[in-house]
């Protein structure tokens, strides 16, 4: 069975801070995705990325950079110099493969608070 | 861009009543559609996969006599919550994964709210 495990229910910062968020997950599967999506207060979730398990390059967009690590079957997400705006729930998230649908088994999720 | 939209955003009904909520992929087509739940300060859970043209598939300890999901086209999913209980209220989103795509990609949800 698919899981994902976002240890951190919530990280408060001030603004300017960096903040990582880890997310562990368990999957039989060789094939799979990994995804990052941040909920903001207004509800709607927000796609960020999508890994799959076959590039274990990390990157890095804007102020958001991921790491991956298959050994310790980790995706970890780092916002760098955060921002109010950066206030939100980040859900980790993992896609079974195609055959079984593609559907996605959520963490649950991390609250950040980026304090002005 | 990948948009989804789901109507109504918020709806206040009695116990009872049943409710439809719609679900729109609006520039791409979705073979797939996803309806999730969401309860205060939780993680979405699944509800059903809903494929077009054919049954939904229901996750475990889904009632699909009491969630009704019909994807009659490529770009439309409805939910229809009947004889709506103060229980079911919560906040319900769909999701549509694009053609040949592994991405789903997320309406902006629905509150209901049953009194």
């Known amino acids: 069975a698919q899981k994902v495990t976002q240890a951190q229910t919530e990280i408060s910062v001030v603004e300017k801070e960096d903040v990582t968020l880890d997310c562990v997950y368990e999957?039989?599967?060789?094939?799979?995705?990994l995804f990052w999506y941040k909920q903001p207060p207004s509800g709607e979730l927000v796609f960020l990325i999508r890994?799959?398990?076959?590039?274990?390059q990390n990157e890095i967009s804007g102020r958001y950079s991921w790491n991956f690590q298959k050994s310790t079957s980790s995706f970890n997400f780092t916002i760098t110099a955060s921002q109010v705006v950066d206030s939100a729930v980040y859900f980790c998230?993992?896609?079974?493969?195609?055959?079984?649908?593609?559907?996605?088994?959520f963490g649950g999720g991390t609250r950040v608070l980026v304090k002005p | 861009g990948a948009v989804v939209s789901q109507h109504p955003s918020r709806v206040i009904c009695k116990s009872g009543t049943s409710v439809k909520i719609e679900c729109r992929s609006l520039d791409f087509q979705a073979t797939t559609m996803f309806w999730y739940r969401q309860f205060p300060k939780q993680s979405l859970m699944l509800m059903a996969t809903s494929n077009e043209g054919s049954k939904a598939t229901y996750e475990q300890g889904v009632e699909k006599d009491k969630f009704l999901i019909n994807h009659a086209s490529l770009t439309l999913s409805t939910l229809t919550v009947t004889s709506a209980h103060p229980e079911d209220s919560s906040f319900y989103i769909c999701s549509a994964r694009r053609a040949n795509t592994d991405t789903q990609y997320f309406g902006p949800g629905t509150r209901l709210t049953v009194l």
């Open positions: 999957t039989r599967d060789t094939t799979y995705y």
């Open positions: 890994r799959n398990s076959f590039d274990e």
């Open positions: 998230a993992l896609s079974e493969t195609k055959a079984a649908g593609n559907k996605l088994t």
